[in-house]
């Protein structure tokens, strides 16, 4: 009963305040309530762009993995294919003899 007596007092007081207030005050604390909500909705859509171009940026990194490994694969059958052995092999078959000089590796 006391703790209602005492809000009833409270909001009585700050009624009262309010009524008090010129014009200028009220614009002025419209403001800085405007304000407040302003940044508060500003911050909310930043951190929305930043998660998500966070989540764009892990995409593109996992692409780039992607390829990077296509492209090991790849280093890896070009060196397959211009090994030695190999080259000696088909140069046996085909009656003829391996010459280190005329072979060239593209990069």
Avoid at 22 to 47: M, P, W
Wanted: aromatic share 4%; proline share 0%.
């Amino acid at each position: 009963m006391l703790e209602d007596k005492h809000r009833e007092l409270t909001m009585q007081v700050i009624e009262d305040k309010i009524k008090t207030f010129t014009r200028v005050e009220k614009a002025f604390y419209g403001s800085i309530v405007l304000s407040g909500l302003i940044l508060a909705i500003g911050i909310v859509f930043l951190q929305t762009k930043l998660l998500q171009v966070q989540s764009e940026m892990a995409s593109v990194n996992q692409e780039i993995s992607v390829k990077l490994l296509e492209i090991e694969d790849a280093k890896q059958a070009v060196n397959d294919l211009v090994r030695n052995a190999r080259l000696l092999e088909i140069a046996k078959k085909e009656g003829l003899t391996l010459n280190n000089d005329n072979i060239g590796v593209a990069e």
